[in-house]
């Protein structure tokens, strides 16, 4: 089975660094990655979290866009919720001025943050903390805007209606649809949109998903058949146990995150002397099961079954590790270990 390979980026923070540090290693990823051959760039969008810089896709897929050449940039995503329709059209009609031809536009529902901090962001209906989440009640509505707002329009007698996106006269990038559950699955295939399924987080089995979403497909102007991208967290090493150390610093971090204590990624030293309690132990082995590590070998004969399994055109990897060079060099190792499937501009660049 054929598919690409491309990258989800967090612009991960390990501890003892900082953020300006993690921008800058997100633009060295990109490079490096664009040389390497893969598909898309993909910047996240999460918030009030000491792990991760990514809090500004729209300013990272310009950044990320003028530092590459061939490698398509976007936002892996845009959380709806946070950001007015019309914002969201101006913004990637720019970067599309910008870059013809190099940028995506995925689009999520939830607010890639804590309930807090979504209100913050942008305050929902309501006159307290209860109110949190209102504002992801209303996405069907917003992404109804947002393709008015590219060129549909709004019916006649809409306080809209006179509103133009500007630039007007460049077209909007594609639109995708995120999701960690068959909602959006559901809602991309019925406005006939790209698809990309967060399975390095979901606990829900990522076949069935991207089946319905392949299954109930309807063409549209904007996309003739399904495109289907399975996200996945991916941590290519020289040994299976040296995937397993690495692997260590995202698992303390994501139960810190579980249990309301975020912090930057902690070093691999930290986190495999971490006084882990069973249930805690239990927990990790749960999250261990979302993700894929291990030796080249190892790791290639599992994205290629994962890939066939959910009959996915793109598997989009995220590596979260604490040291940069580790992390250049697992997407190299993927790269190499799966090149027989990348595009055939595919040249292997030695780590320097």
């Not at 003892?16 to 997100?26: E, I, P, Q, V």
């Not at 030293?269 to 006084?275: K, S, V």
Request: charged share 20%; proline share 7%.
């Amino acid at each position: 089975m054929n598919f690409d390979l491309s990258v989800l980026d967090l612009s991960p923070v390990p501890s003892g660094s900082t953020g300006r540090d993690a921008l800058k290693n997100t633009l060295d990823l990109a490079r490096h990655t664009d040389r390497l051959g893969y598909k898309r760039y993909w910047l996240a969008e999460h918030h009030n979290l000491p792990s991760v810089a990514s809090s500004a896709p729209e300013v990272m897929i310009e950044a990320v866009a003028n530092a590459t050449e061939d490698i398509r940039v976007g936002s892996g995503g845009m959380m709806l919720p946070n950001h007015a329709s019309l914002k969201v059209a101006e913004t990637f009609r720019v970067l599309e001025a910008l870059h013809p031809n190099r940028i995506d536009l995925g689009i999520g529902r939830a607010p890639g943050t804590d309930p807090r901090t979504a209100y913050a962001l942008r305050r929902a209906p309501g006159e307290d903390g209860s109110a949190f989440h209102a504002a992801a009640d209303h996405f069907p509505e917003q992404l109804g805007e947002l393709f008015a707002f590219s060129g549909d329009g709004f019916p006649e007698g809409h306080p809209f209606a006179p509103i133009s996106a500007v630039p007007a006269d460049v077209e909007l990038p594609p639109i995708w649809l995120l999701g960690s559950s068959d909602y959006s699955a559901g809602a991309a295939a019925e406005v006939g949109l790209g698809f990309a399924f967060a399975s390095h987080f979901s606990p829900m089995e990522p076949g069935a998903v991207m089946r319905y979403y392949r299954e109930n497909f309807k063409p549209s102007d904007r996309l003739s058949e399904p495109h289907a991208i399975l996200a996945a967290s991916v941590i290519c090493a020289e040994t299976d146990e040296r995937a397993f150390e690495l692997a260590s610093s995202m698992e303390l971090a994501w139960l810190r995150m579980q249990t309301g204590n975020p912090q930057p990624l902690a070093s691999v030293e930290e986190a495999m002397e971490y006084p882990y309690t069973d249930m805690e132990r239990s927990r990790i082995e749960a999250y261990r099961r979302t993700q894929i590590s291990g030796s080249p070998a190892t790791v290639r004969e599992k994205v290629e079954a994962l890939a066939e399994t959910t009959q996915a055109d793109e598997v989009m990897v995220t590596t979260m590790v604490y040291d940069h060079s580790e992390r250049l060099a697992s997407y190299e190792r993927l790269a190499d270990a799966l090149r027989l499937i990348l595009q055939p501009h595919f040249v292997m660049y030695a780590l320097v």
